[in-house]
C-alpha cells in the first residue's frame, strides 16, 4: 500500500474508531443515572459494545502507524480526535440521546454493509462482526424513537428540539476529502457521499412515522472532522485525566 | 470454562475454532462472541494454561473474527447446559439475525413458550431479560448473534 493510501485509510479508521470512542463516553454517562433501570442496563450494554469497537479499529490502526490503541485514546488532544461533532455535545435528554443513537446507528449499519466488501481485508473481518452486534443497536434506538415520537405531546416536544439542533449536524457523516477519491478507487472505503442517500431512505420514513419534522431550511454543517466544539475538550478532559496522571501505571 | 458462564466449556460454546499440533508448538484458534467482551483476555490466559497442563510450553493463541462467531455454533451439549444454568439457549437462526428476527424462547424453569421480551441488553453483553407469562418468573436468555 502506498503512503498516500495508508494515510487516507489511517483517516477514517481513525474516524471510526473515534466515533465510537467519544459516543460510548457519552452513552456511559447514563450509568446511575437512566430514567429507568433496564435503561440504565441497556446504555451500558451500548457503551460497552462502542468501547470493543473502538479498541478493535484502534488496533488497526495500530497496525499502520505503530500508536498503542491507550495512546491513541488518552494522549491526543481534541484537534486530533476526528469523531463527528454531534457525537461529542453532552448527553442531554433522553429523547437527545435515542436520537442521536438512532441516526448513528442507522449510519453505521450502511456503513458496515458496504465495508464487508472492502478490498482491505482486516476491515473486512471487523466489521463483518460489528454488525450483528449493530442490529441490536439500531433496533433499540429505532423502538425508543418511535415511542418517544408517538407518546406525549413533552415527549414529541422533546423529539422534534432535539433533530432540529442535531439535523444541520449529520451532514458531517457524509463530507468527503480529496484522499477519501483514492480509497474509493482501490475499493477500500465507500466514498461517505455515497452512502447519504441510503442513509435517508432509512431514516426519513421512520422519522415521518413518529410524527417528527425533518428541518428544511437548516443551515447544513459542511466543516471537516478535524472541527471541534469546545465540549469535546470538557469529556476529554473527563475521560483521559486518570491516564494522564501517571502515564507509566501499569493496569 | 467460559468465565462468565462457568458451566460450559468454550469448546461447547463453538469459541474454540482450530487446534494445531506442530513439533513442540500447539496453535490455538479462538473466536470472540461480543467484540466488547471484557472475558477474551481472561479466555486467552484460561486457554494457555489449560494447555500448558498437557506439558506443552509453547502454545500459541490466534483471533480470528471472519467468519464472525454465531451462537449456531453452541453445542447439543453446550445449550443443554445453558438451560440447566437458567440461561435460555439461543434459537438457531442461520445467520438471519436482522431487524425484524425475534426468537421464540422457552422458559428455561416450566418450558412455557408464553414468554416475552423485557430488556434485549442484560447483565452482560450476552444476555437479554425476558419473562415468562406462565410461572410469572424473570429469566435470562443468551442472545441470538
Ligand atoms: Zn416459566
Known amino acids: 500500500m502506498n ?4 494515510n487516507a485509510l489511517l483517516n477514517r479508521l481513525i474516524g471510526m474508531a473515534d466515533d465510537e470512542l467519544i459516543l460510548s463516553h457519552r452513552n456511559a454517562e447514563w450509568t446511575g443515572h437512566a430514567p429507568l433501570l433496564e435503561e440504565d442496563i441497556a446504555l451500558a450494554n451500548l457503551a460497552q459494545d462502542e468501547l470493543g469497537h473502538a479498541t478493535v479499529l484502534l488496533g488497526l490502526v495500530e497496525e499502520l502507524n505503530g500508536k498503542t490503541p491507550d495512546q491513541m485514546a488518552y494522549f491526543r488532544d481534541a484537534a486530533e480526535f476526528r469523531n463527528v461533532q454531534f457525537l461529542e455535545l453532552p448527553k442531554g435528554d433522553w429523547a437527545f440521546t435515542m436520537l442521536r443513537q438512532y441516526l448513528f446507528d442507522a449510519y453505521e449499519t450502511i456503513l458496515y454493509n458496504r465495508l464487508l466488501t472492502s478490498s482491505y481485508q482486516p476491515l473486512a473481518d471487523v466489521v463483518a462482526k460489528f454488525r450483528g452486534e449493530e442490529i441490536y443497536h439500531l433496533r433499540h434506538s429505532h423502538m425508543w424513537v418511535e415511542r418517544l415520537g408517538l407518546g ?3 415527549s414529541l416536544g422533546r423529539l422534534q428540539a432535539a433533530l432540529d439542533q442535531m439535523w444541520p449536524l449529520t451532514a458531517q457523516l457524509f463530507q468527503v476529502s480529496e484522499a477519501d477519491n483514492l480509497l474509493s478507487e482501490e475499493g477500500v472505503f465507500p466514498l461517505a457521499a455515497d452512502m447519504a442517500d441510503e442513509w435517508q431512505e432509512i431514516v426519513l420514513p421512520h422519522l415521518a412515522n413518529c410524527s ?18 469546545h465540549f469535546l475538550n470538557d469529556l476529554l478532559t473527563d475521560m483521559q485525566q486518570v491516564a494522564r496522571w501517571d502515564p507509566s501505571a501499569e493496569w | ?91 438457531m437462526h442461520g445467520g438471519n439475525v436482522t431487524m425484524t428476527f425475534f426468537d421464540l424462547v422457552e422458559c428455561p424453569r416450566c418450558d412455557s413458550k408464553n414468554t416475552k421480551l423485557q430488556n434485549s441488553f442484560g447483565t452482560t453483553l450476552c ?9 410469572l418468573e424473570p429469566f435470562e436468555q443468551f442472545k441470538p448473534l
Open chain 1, 152 to 154: 406525549t405531546d413533552e
Open chain 2, 127 to 135: 444476555r437479554a431479560i425476558w419473562v415468562c407469562n406462565d410461572c
Open chain 2, 1 to 91: 470454562m467460559d468465565p462468565e458462564i462457568p458451566v460450559i466449556s468454550l469448546i461447547e460454546m463453538g469459541i474454540i475454532r482450530d487446534v494445531t499440533v506442530a513439533a513442540e508448538q500447539v496453535s490455538v484458534t479462538m473466536t470472540p462472541t461480543f467484540s466488547g467482551c471484557p472475558a477474551l483476555l481472561e479466555m486467552e490466559s484460561l486457554i494457555i494454561e489449560a494447555v500448558q497442563t498437557l506439558g506443552v510450553e509453547q502454545v500459541v493463541v490466534n483471533k480470528q473474527l471472519n467468519p464472525p462467531w454465531t451462537s449456531d455454533w453452541i453445542t447439543e451439549t453446550g445449550r443443554a447446559k445453558l438451560k440447566a444454568f437458567g440461561l435460555a439457549p439461543p434459537g
Open chain 1, 3 to 6: 503512503n498516500a493510501l495508508k
Open chain 1, 212 to 229: 417528527l419534522h425533518v428541518p428544511t431550511h437548516a443551515t447544513m454543517l459542511l466543516a471537516g472532522r478535524e472541527t471541534h466544539t
